[in-house]
């Protein structure tokens, strides 16, 4: 199936491909997309309604989060996903879970590497435990969470050592999640992101290199 324009643009947000304070014009997606003018004016306007898109002048730029946005982002999302872990120790399937096992074990490989490639598999990982808490209105809620995740500059992946430490959280949460230990489950969920926040706020604040 084609996608539309909104769905493009939108995975160019998330890609990186566009950052927060690029400017978008409607004639030059339009080209770069190969469709016109109106569902790309119609896809900007989608993304302004959604807080994804500000406007500077008489331009449209992709949105920032500040201090304050980025906190209050995390406290809902480090909830949700809480949640949704505790719902997957009690509804994932086997095969689910062995899923899960798998995307830690082939993760170890990416080790090292570049933060964005790491970025794109825990996003996976992420998206796949929302699956497994097999809780529709549950995945429609973290699906606007992480929409709202790609208006960051920069992904906690860059930080100096955080890929092992967020790896060896993703082995603790998938141990609890198949040991059907919906407590477990839901606090090494949230630490792992409560983690992620206080690192990227160290990096923020210059504490942390970023490779």
Not at 27 to 45: F, H, K, Y
Not at 62 to 85: F, I, K, P
Not at 116 to 134: C, E, P
């Amino acid at each position: 199936m084609q996608k539309d324009a909104y769905t493009l643009i939108l995975e160019q947000i998330e890609g990186g491909t566009y950052k927060p304070g690029d400017r978008l014009v409607e004639s030059e997606l339009a080209e770069r997309l190969g469709v016109s003018r109106t569902p790309v004016r119609e896809a900007l306007q989608r993304l302004e309604t959604q807080a994804m898109l500000t406007r500077d002048g008489r331009s449209l730029i992709v949105a920032s989060l500040d201090h304050n946005q980025l906190a209050e982002l995390y406290a809902v999302r480090t909830e949700l996903e809480g949640l949704a872990a505790r719902l997957a120790a009690r509804h994932a399937t086997e095969e689910e879970i062995r899923v899960l096992q798998s995307m830690v074990a082939e993760d170890r490989a990416l080790l090292g590497g570049d933060p964005r490639v790491l970025s794109r598999a825990n996003k996976r990982f992420h998206k796949q435990i929302h699956l497994a808490s097999h809780n529709r209105f549950l995945v429609q809620q973290l699906d606007l969470v992480h929409r709202s995740m790609a208006l960051m500059a920069n992904t906690s992946f860059a930080a100096e050592g955080r890929d092992e430490v967020a790896l060896a959280e993703h082995d603790e949460i998938v141990a609890a999640i198949a040991a059907r230990d919906g407590d477990a489950a839901y606090q090494a969920l949230k630490t792992h992101i409560s983690r992620a926040f206080e690192t990227r706020l160290r990096v923020e604040a210059g504490e942390i290199r970023t490779r």
